[in-house]
Each structure stands twice: as C-alpha cells, then as structure tokens.
DNA sequence: CGTGGCATGTAAACGGTTACATGATTTA
DNA sequence: TAAATCATGTAACCGTTTACATGCCACG
C-alpha cells in the first residue's frame, strides 16, 4: 500500500520507454537522472515485482536473446504517476558531508579543509564539462522529444548550480590559502601562489 | 568499532562548545548546521551513550535546575575528530525529489511543473533572506571565534547556491508558462503575465 | 493542584545498500 | 572450453526516522 519513490522512477521510466528490464532500470537511471537521483538493484527488482503485482506494470516482452524480463506500464500505473506527480515534492533532511567538515575546519590545519574544496571542484568541474556536453547535444537536433524541454530544465539546474559552486571554490580557496591576511603585515613566509 | 557520522556531529559541535546535553545538540544542529545536515533524537541519544562508552567525550556537568546530562570531548575524542576531518569526504548518493518530478514533468500538465517550481522558488527565497541576515549579523561584529572563517565559507556556499537556484527557477517559469513559443504564431489565449 | 512543555530515552519500522549467489551467454 | 560479463535475485545489515513512553519542572 506504501508507495515508495522507487515505485514513481520505475513508473516514471516507463512512460519514457515502453519496455524495460530491471538491468535496463538501473541503466536508464545512471545515464538520464543519475546526477540527481540513484537506485540499486536491491531496490529495482523487488519493485517491479510488486508494481506487477499491484497491476501497475505488466510483464511484456521477454527479450528474444537476451533472457531479459521487461515490463510495460499500464493504465493504472500512469494514472498512479500522475496522481504522484501533482502531489507537492518532498525533500529529505539534508545531509552535506564536504559542509560538514568545512564546518568544524577550524579544529584542523588550514591546508585540510583547502584539500577538500579543491576535491570539491575536481568533482564539479567534471560534472560541468559533462553537462555542457550533453546539453550542447541536445540543442543540436530539434525537440522532437515532448520530454526534451523537461529534461532541459534539470539539465541547466544543474549547470547552474555546478557553476555556482566553482566560483565558490575557487574564492573560497584564495581565502583559505591566504594566511590570515593582517592588512599591514604581508605574510612573510608564503608566496603568493602564482600557477 | 563503525563510526557513523553522527559521532562526528557531536564531537565537532563539543569542539564549539564545551558542555551540550544531548537536547543542545539537536537545537545546536538546527540552528547552526540545520541547512545542510540534521540529526533526530533517535540518534543522538544513544549516540552520546556510546561515545561516553568508548572514552571520546565524558559527563561533565549535570545541569543545575534543568535536569540536562551534559557532555564535554575528552582528548582522545578530539583526536578522533582530526582524523575524521582528514579523510576525503563522501557524499552519499543524491536523491532530489524536486528534480524527479521535473524530469517527468512532460506526464502532468505544465501547471503542475509550474506550481513546483513557484514552490521551490518560495523555499529559496526564504532560505535566501535567512541566510543574509545570518552573514549581515556575523560580519557586523569581529572575527572573535577561530571557527568563524570557516562558517562564513559553508554560508556563503549556501547564499550562492540559493541565489543560483532563484535565478534559474524564474527563467524555468517564464519558459513553462510561455505555452511553446512558435515564433510566428504569438499565443492567443495567454495573456503576458505581469505581476 | 493540574497541566503543558521540557528533556531523555527507546522500540519498531523503513528505505535503502551491500554482498553474495546463481545461471546463462558471449568472447577468447 | 575457460573466463569474463550479463542479468536476476535475495538475505543481511545499516543508518535513520517515527512514534511513543516517561518523568520532571514551571506556571496558571
């Protein structure tokens, strides 16, 4: 009777591409929605067996060579997703373990938390080359898709966001390595760093 | 012998301040770390049992009038919390519902997508005007306390990333509500909505 | 005195991951 | 035929929240 969220990606997926197996699942959610949202076997397959017998899914084909089960949406899973879809979102507790850290930084050397943003911004400039890739993609071919637009939106959410933090982290850095900048007594020992 | 975040939580804010009983703490999470992490009592409780028990923080006072077991870090415990901070940070799999339900949005009719994004535009705004007059506050007064540098970094990542998410939230309304500009074709029945 | 809120605590449930088991199929 | 990897599945565990229980103190 509880739905999980895990219940409305599957649904979700499946009004996306009619047929899927719990292996096609966890890709599909790795490569569309994977920088905001993940799912694990564990979950994936014991969700479809009880979407199926809820009556939400249906067994559809089962793929010729491949020995893969897939499943289908049917009517009532995609009112189900609908209903799901117009209810307010929900975000969970908040949970920031790089923030975490930053925040006590100062029971630890300088040159810690200035390790951690600098990891920080690996990760995110990674994220960045990879979103802006997959947008420049996207815009080259026109929307034939009626998810595109949709799609779009997280898509420079994300960008967005991705920026954001770059510019943070890279501020953030010149104050953590500038050691304690007293205004009239130049820091003896560190040179400016110059890359 | 596993040490779950939590643990950390509590050492890191007993680093801040000396004496907290288990009710500081909860108060303590929300009002200082509230937006990026969060901790129930069902954690906490247990959680000062079990440090007391490995020797990283102790009893110290029993509050007068109120009836508060209050806990103070031992030595061994702020060792335990350099190490922790050493060590990269893991950020566990994202899962935002907001973006879920945008990426499916094409499902629902645009109001819905719409009323999700004006939804999470207000909780921006709000988090955004909160977070101002937290930074206006501390920069008021002089840098007194070690540790403030470093909260200054987690809030002023907070005010960028809100400020970025507001920025992209009023464009992702204007492209929603604009009912699919065919260039030549200006929509007949929507009324250019001007607050 | 009684009631409402403060403070501590815990049992149970929950959503989710991890680790492992098992065939079946492709590739070398 | 051996090794790799595809695909499905599940049991156990884990961190966490929820809901509830309990006693104490302040205040009307």
Redesign the interface.
């Given at each position: 009777m509880n739905h999980s969220?895990t219940d409305?990606?599957i649904l979700?997926l499946l009004?996306?591409q009619p047929n899927l197996s719990g292996y096609d699942v966890r890709k599909a959610v790795e490569s569309?929605?994977g920088?905001?949202?993940?799912e694990s076997y564990g979950q994936i397959y014991p969700t479809l067996k009880r979407l199926a017998a809820k009556g939400l899914i249906q067994p559809s084909a089962f793929a010729p060579k491949s020995r893969r089960q897939q499943y289908a949406i049917t009517p009532a899973g995609?009112e189900s997703?609908?209903q799901?879809?117009?209810l307010?979102?929900?975000?969970?507790?908040?949970?920031?373990?790089?923030?975490?850290?930053?925040?006590?930084?100062?029971?630890?050397p300088a040159a810690?938390?200035a390790a951690?943003i600098r990891?920080?911004n690996q990760k995110n400039r990674q994220m960045l080359a990879t979103a802006l890739e997959i947008e420049a993609m996207a815009r080259r071919q026109p929307p034939q898709n009626?998810?595109q637009?949709?799609?779009m939106?997280?898509l420079?959410?994300g960008i967005?966001?991705t920026?954001?933090?770059l510019?943070?982290g890279e501020s953030?850095l010149a104050?953590?390595e500038s050691p304690a900048p007293t205004p009239d007594l130049p820091s003896p020992h560190d040179p400016p760093s110059r890359p």
């Open positions: 969220r409305y990606v979700g009004t996306v569309s929605i920088y905001f949202w993940s995609r997703l609908h799901w879809l117009a307010p979102f929900y975000n969970e507790p908040p949970r920031n373990e790089f923030l975490l850290k930053l925040f006590f930084g100062a029971e630890a810690v938390s951690h990891d920080l009626p998810h637009p949709y799609w939106l997280t420079t959410l967005a966001l920026r954001a933090a510019d943070w953030a104050q953590i």
